[in-house]
């Protein structure tokens, strides 16, 4: 990769499709992105293949605050995508909780007015929530792109997202920060 590179933090959540995040690495690169990877903790310790992805990007993957006095690790980004996004992260986010590294970073970013898009991974009853459609709506006013809704990502019905994985649509988050 060029040392022209833009700089993306890749958020990653605990949700089925985490476990293939690496495609939408190698997408990134190939679009001439390096890639810093934040992992919610469950997403760390359940869903993520750490080695392997930190062999992909080059880097370590991130799920805590540094230590008082410990320099900066990360690159400043360039763009933000939060993928798979879960239920939980776009409710706290949105009600401004950061009581996570991921969450925070998220609210500084926001804050920050760096470009962020969001592809959820929910099924239809928590889509239904009138407090998630609050949340999307509260994130969509900050000026985050969440891709929710019908050529988006499209919520499947209750106990079937095993069966979405293979289909979950990477590209359409990174298309969504190159578009910005």
Request: with cysteine.
């Amino acid at each position: 990769m060029s040392p022209q590179a833009r700089e993306l933090y890749l958020v990653v959540c605990a949700a089925g499709p985490a476990g293939q995040v690496g495609r939408l690495v190698h997408l990134a690169h190939t679009a001439g992105w390096q890639v810093q990877l934040l992992a919610t903790t469950t997403a760390r310790e359940h869903f993520l293949d750490i080695p392997a992805l930190e062999t992909l990007t080059g880097r370590p993957v991130r799920s805590t605050h540094r230590p008082p006095g410990e320099p900066a690790r990360t690159p400043r980004a360039d763009a933000v995508i939060v993928a798979p996004a879960t239920y939980n992260t776009i409710n706290k986010w949105a009600a401004g909780i950061a009581d996570t590294y991921p969450l925070s970073v998220l609210a500084e970013l926001t804050g920050l007015g760096v470009p962020i898009a969001v592809l959820p991974f929910i099924n239809e009853a928590f889509a239904a929530n009138a407090v998630f459609t609050r949340s999307v709506e509260t994130l969509r006013a900050a000026g985050i792109t969440v891709l929710l809704g019908p050529g988006l990502f499209e919520p499947h019905p209750p106990r079937t997202g095993p069966d979405k994985i293979t289909t979950y649509p990477w590209h359409l988050a990174l298309s969504a920060i190159s578009r910005r």
